[in-house]
């Protein structure tokens, strides 16, 4: 990579951005005139509400069973301290009070009624009138002085101490937290929020104008005869639209720091005890700075990778909206009380970025979690340019018409029957099971404990199978739905119970280098006393249908379509494990994954792998709740300290039955294929 | 300084949907063909090559991996040097090459002072050198008058002019100029045609494809006919309508491809 061609083009793309005009507007305008235009709006409602409510007068009828006159006379004397005037009005002739309340004539209007000696105040009024509201509110509170009036002297007429009777115990909320932890914690809610919006802003518009926009006015081509390659290329472009993302997030954390300081200050909030230390925000505001510029990178390679693909302006809005969304969500993570920054949440994007702004202006540091934040971001980033490198260099993107590769943003009577999704549908659907998975999931699981999984497992299936019905695909052929012969079936079970025996002592391995891997305590806590046909429904039964339906008929379907079967069988493994999130699954479930896929690509048949996958899941359930019993009736799969010669046998019989499950499998198929082709 | 390529190819796929099986399912197929198939040619310095052809042929490919734009699916372009070296590295080849399509447009919001002082940033030369070559350059175009004006205000005639100083900023040995003249006025197009002879004189290599047939008798020294992805004939205007029979190059041009299409069936 040559820096002077790279600084060239830097230079040729920054000053191609800043010298349109509709850049320029999102940028500059927007956050300069709008958000203080937005703040002063608000501010001069309110205060101008405020203003409006004081010294108000309000209409009121009153009717007491015995003194009418009293009372009028007793709201007179004490209305000076609510700021308010009442008027009263008599009924007129032949009107009732509600008539009156209807016409609008008064505010509210109080009957008084008496039941067993106890005098009944009814305040009529309308909820759905601002002034009947206030009215209703302030005889409320007239109503409750005169209340407490009469008790005290009830008190007073028996000689009782009312204090000592009405609150035999005093108590009050005292609150710790100092005035910077407290603006720290509101500042968490929301900065989180407005910076990625404002990154992803920043970032969307510059990128769809160096990709899409440069396809549209006809200057790739140009860009391509000049002696540069990919790398340098890309590497312009995504700084370019980093550097524009950056600035924008600046200038909108400027407008809005400005404008809350001036606001506060008008409304004389900064008086001397509400008074903060703004140098204690020093720290988060330096690491805020380091995470705009991280995630600036993230947002803008994101961006691009969508934009990359598209050859007009329209076409590339179209491609960003599910980022746009994705980014919506994402961050809203910080405003989600029981979301905390761990090291797995550290590694989701988006969320990560959310959750540690919120964390830092909460005075939480924690290194570490900062530092894999950081580098996970800078690491998506880089991997994302890699990718768009080879993307940019595909003649298919380049000089071929279009990737229309979303189906579910065209509209669903324009699309043909018999679709097979795009790879755009597919990321575009796992990125929506993944939130899902991770925002919901917990909360279902945590609610409902295994209810929540197999309602989280059939939501999917619900969105999957929607997804499907909605850009019309072929459902036989996406879903591998076929029926299956015995051989087959047997072919299955034998190439699965081959693999299981093979992971079983591949796990033994892998507990010896990462020893917690093991751990599967916490779903076994989750089982709790629950019937075992609860846990089979939820655990094998509920997974078995599921997870097939989106791996090996969804996902094994579009690729299988756009790859080579071995591509798409070892994807969807190695997908299927990641999706378990953790190193055993992404080790072990990616390779039973992996033969899983093959048996449905080699039987297009979604109904073996769904047995296979039952079965799996009942063997680890049953082996998990009667673990004593299991591992005394079939000790070998207990799976340590097992002698040599019982892991060479292991390792043999798992092999055998792998091939001959294989053998059959293929066997099968071509004896399926050749009947259809002779009949 | 030649240019030449060897039995280069370019496959494309192409979805064709096939009639309804007996399931009554659509289902599409992919197929892949040869856009250029196996071409070998070569151009001189001092030469206008003219690449003709009807559309479809395979031409705008062809140049597309001659400027490097495309990589070839086989084969191989390089360029030959007066002593005989050879060298295929794109970025060199980019280099010595001056590219211009109907698709190299240029950056509206870019005055050409500006765009060719990027460029010559880009093609690595130093900063008193493109200083001269950009006013060498607006002198020969004459373009004085709107050197400092943003692109996207030109006319279409004074856009052109800047499209051929984009290609000259480096002093390209090999011009690849695919349909330069498409859609231009008389007198646009005359600028080209004279742009190009001018270069001939200096011992440039010119390569270009047109559909203007009258043109393409005028101005070139060598004509390669392409066809359905193949050269059908290789010669000077002259020896082409010798060989057919014909008197001039438009129905040259029909002659060869019935003589294919003939052949072929």
Not at chain 1, 223 to 235: A, F, K, R
Not at chain 1, 483 to 496: E, P, R, V
Not at chain 2, 103 to 125: C, D, H, P, Q, V
Not at chain 2, 133 to 157: V, Y
Request: hydrophobic share 45%.
């Amino acid at each position: 990579m040559n820096k002077k061609i790279v600084s060239a083009l830097y230079k040729k793309e920054i000053t191609d951005i800043l010298r349109d005009k509709k850049t320029i507007l999102m940028m500059i305008v927007v956050p300069l005139i709008l958000y203080p235009l937005l703040f002063l709006g608000s501010f001069v409602l309110f205060s101008s509400i405020v203003s409006a409510s004081t010294s108000k007068s309000y209409t009121i009828a009153l009717n007491s069973v015995n003194d009418t006159e009293g009372m009028k006379q007793y709201f007179k004397d004490n209305e000076k301290e609510f700021k308010y005037t009442f008027i009263f009005k008599d009924p007129e002739e032949g009107m009732k009070d509600s008539d009156m309340l209807d016409a609008g004539s008064i505010d509210a209007y109080v009957v008084e009624s008496v039941s067993d000696n106890h005098p009944y105040f009814e305040i009529a009024y309308r909820a759905s009138e601002n002034d009947s509201q206030t009215a209703a509110g302030m005889v409320e509170k007239m109503l409750g002085r005169y209340r407490d009036e009469l008790r005290s002297e009830a008190f007073a007429d028996q000689g009782l101490d009312e204090k000592m009777i009405m609150n035999p115990i005093g108590f009050c909320l005292k609150d710790y937290s100092s005035n910077e932890e407290n603006v720290g914690f509101l500042m968490g809610y929301i900065l989180p929020f407005l910076l990625i919006v404002s990154i992803l802003m920043g970032a969307l518009y510059p990128a769809i104008d160096t990709t899409a926009g440069e396809k549209e006015r006809g200057t790739l081509e140009t860009l391509l005869t000049l002696p540069v390659n990919n790398m340098e290329l890309i590497t312009a472009k995504f700084f370019a639209v980093s550097t524009i993302a950056v600035a924008a997030a600046i200038l909108n954390l400027l407008s809005m720091g400005l404008m809350t300081a001036f606001v506060a200050d008008s409304m004389n909030m900064v008086s001397s005890e509400m008074k903060i230390d703004l140098a204690s925000f020093l720290p988060a505001i330096a690491i805020t700075f380091v995470c705009i510029i991280v995630f600036a990178l993230f947002a803008s390679a994101v961006s691009l990778c969508s934009c990359i693909m598209a050859k007009s302006f329209k076409e590339a809005q179209n491609l960003t909206t599910p980022i746009m969304l994705i980014f919506l969500i994402g961050g809203m993570a910080g405003m989600i009380p029981s979301l905390e920054l761990t090291e797995k949440t550290a590694l989701i994007p988006v969320v990560n970025i959310a959750l540690l702004i919120a964390s830092i202006f909460k005075f939480h540091f924690d290194l570490s979690i900062i530092a894999i934040v950081l580098f996970s971001n800078v690491a998506y980033s880089a991997l994302a340019v890699v990718i768009m490198t080879r993307m940019f260099s595909s003649e298919d993107i380049l000089f071929a018409d279009s990737a229309a590769s979303f189906r579910i943003i065209e509209k669903r009577s324009d699309i043909k029957k018999g679709q097979i999704p795009g790879m755009g549908d597919l990321v575009l659907l796992f990125a929506i099971l993944l939130l899902g998975l991770l925002f919901l999931g917990s909360i279902f699981a945590s609610k409902f404990g295994l209810w929540g999984i197999i309602m989280e497992q059939l939501m999917f299936l619900v969105i999957t199978v929607f997804y499907a019905w909605y850009i019309k695909v072929d459902f036989r052929k996406l879903f591998h739905i076929r029926g299956f012969g015995i051989k087959a079936l047997i072919g299955s079970i034998f190439s699965w119970a081959g693999i299981y025996v093979i992971l079983m002592l591949l796990s033994s391995l892998l507990v010896v280098f990462f020893p917690e891997t093991a751990d599967n305590s916490a779903i076994v806590e989750l089982w709790g006393d629950n019937p075992l046909w609860l846990i089979i429904l939820s655990s094998a039964l509920a997974p078995a249908i599921c997870e097939e339906v989106m791996f090996r008929g969804f996902m094994l379907g579009t690729l299988e379509n756009r790859y080579s079967a071995a591509k798409a069988v070892i994807i969807t493994g190695i997908l299927f494990g990641a999706y378990h999130m953790s190193l055993n699954g992404l080790i072990l479930i990616g390779i039973l994954g992996i033969v899983q896929s093959y048996i449905a690509n080699r039987q297009q048949c979604i109904f073996l792998t769904m047995i296979t996958h039952f079965i799996n899941n009942l063997l680890a359930v049953l082996s998990a709740r009667y673990e004593e019993a299991f591992t005394k009736a079939l000790p070998f799969l207990s799976g340590e300290d097992l002698p040599a010669s019982t892991v060479a046998v292991m390792a043999l019989s798992g092999v055998a039955m792998l091939s001959l499950g294989v053998g059959l499998i293929n066997n099968n198929k071509n004896r399926r294929q050749s009947s259809r082709e002779s009949g | 300084m030649k240019i030449e390529t060897d039995k280069l190819c370019k496959q494309f796929t192409r979805h064709v949907n096939d009639v309804n099986d007996r399931n009554g399912r659509k289902n599409s197929h992919k197929e892949d063909f040869f856009a250029v198939d196996h071409v070998s040619m070569h151009a001189d310095s001092g030469e206008i090559l003219g690449v003709l052809g009807p559309n479809g042929a395979g031409k705008t490919t062809l140049l597309r991996m001659l400027g490097t734009l495309m990589h070839p699916s086989e084969g191989s372009v390089y360029i030959r040097d007066d002593e005989g070296n050879t060298v295929t590295d794109p970025v060199v080849l980019k280099k010595n090459i001056g590219y211009l399509s109907g698709n190299t447009k240029l950056y509206n919001r870019f005055s050409i002072r500006e765009m060719l002082s990027m460029l010559a940033e880009i093609y690595g030369m130093d900063k008193d050198a493109t200083d001269k070559r950009i006013e060498e350059i607006i002198d020969i175009l004459s373009m004085k008058d709107f050197a400092d004006n943003r692109i996207g205000a030109l006319s279409t005639g004074q856009t052109q002019r800047a499209n051929i100083a984009r290609c000259l900023i480096h002093s390209p040995k090999v011009y690849i100029f695919d349909e330069p003249t498409l859609g231009l006025d008389l007198l646009s197009s005359e600028a080209i045609v004279n742009f190009m002879k001018s270069e001939r004189e200096h011992g440039r290599t010119v390569l270009y494809s047109t559909h203007y047939m009258e043109e393409a008798q005028y101005l070139c020294d060598r004509i390669n006919m392409l066809y359905k992805g193949r050269i059908i004939a290789d010669g000077t205007p002259e020896e082409l309508m010798k060989q057919t029979g014909t008197s001039n190059l438009r129905e040259t041009f029909r002659a060869l491809i019935n003589r294919t299409e003939g052949g072929n069936e």
